[in-house]
């Protein structure tokens, strides 16, 4: 029987298992945040920024700073509808409202106009998600930040590898954030970063990632405001020291499987993550979305796809379709992409044998769709 193509996996070697190990048997009392310091310092310098904070999640991350740039009730946050809930959730858990605006349609990340056309005297911020791997326009809209002093915050989950113009995303906003999930490019299991280049800004994310205690407290249980706790363990970040040290290799893994995907799909009638001059992709996670006016159904290919042992994923609904949220039908590229896309199985030990496979299932649908 032909071996399961899952649509994604960590690439974990000995290093990883050594880290790890040795965190779990000396990583204690004196030692509890060595390997924590390690990965933060690392991942500053790989990603061109002045100050890191390791995280439980992306999610707390973004939470933690969200509330130390004083977004609170009434506020609105600006962020596209295509996405997936982490990056709204900690809005609503702060009491402010996500402002759902549509994509555009290549990168399938925040049309900047619209976001500028969203923008009320209660907007207080606006979060780039690069989402896949691929990148939001950050000159635009960093202009449209500057020209109505507003913050853009960057939620880099997803585009570990990606760059704009020689800058690495997650570096060029207020702060960024990023996620080391089970399924991404660099993996603590669990786990998040939170960056930014702002001394201020670091030291008040430090101060609530730590129960509220500030760092030169010297009043021992003593916090100085409510804060919380998301803070990532030793033995992740012994596995993110591992990882880190390794992101070159990995990011090369994530771009052979795209680009062997793109060879093999380029005479099909879809379009795939998009690089425009002067970026880098990560490809986080290779995606097609097929053309408007082409048969195409997601959820029999799915079919087709477990049929044949592979797995595959849907597209982000917009947040808007979501019942916790009113629906967004004006956001038309949206509320179409989720119907005409989908995402490839993507992991480092992915072999060209194993993409030629799901190459051919998705040629078959589209062919047989098309008849």
């Known amino acids: 029987m032909m071996s ?4 994604t996996k960590p690439s974990i070697t000995e290093r990883e298992i050594a880290y790890a190990t040795d965190a779990a048997a000396n990583g204690w009392g004196e030692r509890c945040y060595e390997y924590i310091d390690r990965f933060e310092k690392l991942f500053c310098a790989h990603l061109g920024v002045n100050y890191a904070i390791a995280t439980a999640s992306c999610t707390g991350a973004m939470h933690m700073g969200l509330a130390a740039i004083g977004i609170g009730p009434g506020d609105e946050v600006i962020l596209a509808d295509t996405n997936w809930i982490a990056s709204a959730a900690p809005i609503t858990y702060l009491g402010a409202q996500p402002v759902f605006v549509d994509v555009l349609p290549d ?10 056309e ?14 896949y791997g691929n990148l939001c326009d950050m000159d635009a809209l960093l202009a449209i930040g500057k020209r109505h002093g507003i913050p853009i915050i960057e939620d880099a989950a997803e585009a570990i590898g990606s760059q704009w113009h020689g800058k690495r995303a997650g570096s060029m906003g207020i702060f960024g954030t990023f996620s080391f999930h089970g399924t991404k490019t660099l993996t603590t299991g669990e786990g998040g970063m939170f960056v930014t280049q702002d001394a201020d800004l670091y030291e ?4 609530l990632s730590n129960h509220g205690r500030a760092r030169g407290q010297s009043k021992q249980f003593w916090p100085d405001m409510v804060g919380f706790k998301y803070k990532m363990s030793n033995i992740q970040a012994a596995i993110g020291c591992a990882q880190i040290e390794r992101i070159d290799e990995l990011i090369a893994g994530k771009r052979r499987v795209f680009e062997h995907y793109a ?8 379009a795939m993550n998009p690089e425009p001059p002067g970026t880098i992709n990560g490809y986080w996670m ?11 159904d997601r959820e029999i290919l799915l079919e087709e796809f477990k049929k044949n042992r592979i797995d595959g994923r849907v597209f982000f609904w917009p947040l808007s379709m979501l019942p916790m949220f009113d629906d967004k039908p004006e956001n038309g590229i949206s509320y179409g992409l989720c ?3 989908i995402n490839l199985p993507t992991y480092h030990d992915l072999t060209s044998s194993n993409i030629d496979q799901v190459a051919k299932v998705l040629r078959a649908h589209i062919k047989r769709v098309e008849q």
């Open 4 to 7: 399961r193509i899952y649509y």
């Open 107 to 116: 990168s399938w990340c925040i049309n900047p106009q619209k976001a500028e």
């Open 286 to 296: 290779p995606t097609v979305v097929i053309d408007e006016g082409t048969p195409f």
């Open 339 to 341: 119907q005409r896309a």
């Open 118 to 131: 969203a923008i009320t005297s209660r907007t207080k911020a606006i979060i780039a998600v690069h989402l």
């Open 263 to 270: 060879s093999q799909l380029e005479d099909l009638p879809l």
């Open 204 to 207: 008040k994310v430090l101060t």
